[in-house]
């Protein structure tokens, strides 16, 4: 039954640079064809992050996932950091994180809430934990 991917056998997990590509690398540390390195360390879009690299919202294009995206660039903006936060409509990409209600929100490509509506403090608290 291929439903859900349920019977087939996993495939290897691609790791996609920070433009998007998943060519194979042929050393650990090997360079992006961006420029960019790939480390073992913990990484996000491609990178080595020290703190907080990226922020996505994925949603429908609803109010409730307009909210949510309103709510992380005010918490973005309160904190200081110097990040975009990307508002995601793509069903397969949304599929792709394992996220089946929305709106949710990915920090550093790991889906750190769905489902809910956060205020802007509460996505404050969620990234000062994970940062």
Not at 98 to 114: D, F, H, R, T, W
Request: charged letters at 25%; proline letters at 2%; aromatic letters at 4%.
């Amino acid at each position: 039954m291929a439903l859900f991917n349920f019977g087939k056998k996993k495939e290897e997990e691609k790791k996609s640079c920070c433009c998007g590509s998943t060519e194979p690398k042929a050393e650990e540390n090997a360079t992006c064809c961006c420029g960019s390195e790939s480390k073992a360390e913990s990484t996000c879009c491609g990178a080595a992050v020290d703190g907080i690299c990226c922020i996505k919202v994925l949603g429908s294009g609803c109010k409730n996932c307009h909210a949510l995206w309103e709510a992380s660039k005010a918490a973005v903006q309160n904190m200081g950091l110097n990040v975009d936060v990307e508002y995601v409509t793509d069903m397969e990409t949304i599929m792709g994180y394992g996220v089946m209600s929305m709106p949710a929100l990915v920090v550093n490509e790991k889906v750190v809430s769905m489902g809910k509506v956060l205020k802007a403090a509460d996505v404050e608290k969620l990234l000062r934990k994970l940062g």
